[in-house]
């Protein structure tokens, strides 16, 4: 079973006990999150697309902790003009483990008796 949620403006394809990076999130290392805005669900098979959302349905998981991206170089020159410069950015983002994938209104198929015909 996967879903496809939306985490701050992007989508990721998360599986149960998939640790995911996302952008960093203002809470404390620990704690639970909950993301509501689940687009795609795939139960063994059966696809479940919301329109734009899933109603009742939710993603939940904890923060385990923030971390930082390498880092990435910017470099800027102006050639014959004398003008270089050099900056770097590093993105903070949080780690997230995928505790469970909740989707309501799902009723499980019961296995049917196989029905033997005797004659």
């Known amino acids: 079973m996967y879903a496809i949620v939306e985490i701050a403006g992007q989508q990721f394809k998360v599986q149960k006990n998939d640790e995911i990076y996302v952008h960093r999130m203002d809470v ?17 098979g059966k696809v479940n697309v919301g329109m ?15 971390a930082r991206g390498d ?7 102006k050639r014959r003009k004398g003008f270089q410069k050099e900056t770097g950015h590093r993105q ?4 997230i483990l995928i505790e469970s994938i909740t989707l ?16």
Do not use: M, Q, R, Y
């Not at 404390?28 to 063994?44: A, R």
């Open 92 to 95: 903070d983002f949080s780690k």
């Open 28 to 44: 404390e290392p620990g704690t639970k999150v909950e993301f509501k805005e689940v687009l795609l669900v795939d139960n063994n």
């Open 52 to 66: 734009p959302h899933i109603e009742d349905s939710k993603v939940s998981g904890k923060v385990l902790e923030h």
């Open 71 to 77: 880092k990435v170089i910017v470099f800027k020159k």
């Open 104 to 119: 309501k209104g799902v009723v499980k198929e019961k296995k049917a008796k196989k029905e033997t015909i005797e004659e």
